[in-house]
């Protein structure tokens, strides 16, 4: 069974969003053994300057190294990254397990995204969307498609 990690930065507070994350959590124990691993955003003054955000995302990124799995197969949600079809991502999925990749790690940046030294160290850069969605939604978001991946590779109607 895969063992799949969503290490984000940043803590679900909004009872909604932890409630989606929790259904989808539940139906995701059948699939593979998912962990859920928050890191704390660094915090910033109310208007930063670029070389504010810049240390911070570079102390985000050691945090978020010191949590990575050994062998883990790393994929960063970003929106530099390759908008996939939930297919595309199944087929993905469905690889990395072929290829034997045991471990499986989905990185979710803060609010103000991922340092540029862990998306070069990600085996797979992803964007959900060209539009812009709140950390704490694409993480119910990247949980269903992980949920709707597993369906798919299944061969079960849930992804119809």
Known sequence: MQRITLLCVGKLKEKFYAGAAAEYQKRLSRCCKLEIVELPEE????????AQIEAALAREAE?????????????ALCVEGRERSSEDLARLMNEWANRGESRVVFLIGGSHGLHGSVKEEAAERISMSPMTFPHHLARVMLLEQIYRAYQINAGTRYHK
């Open 43 to 50: 915090r910033l003054p109310e208007d930063p300057s670029p």
């Open 63 to 75: 945090a978020i190294r010191a949590k990575l799995p050994p062998s883990a197969i790393l994929a």
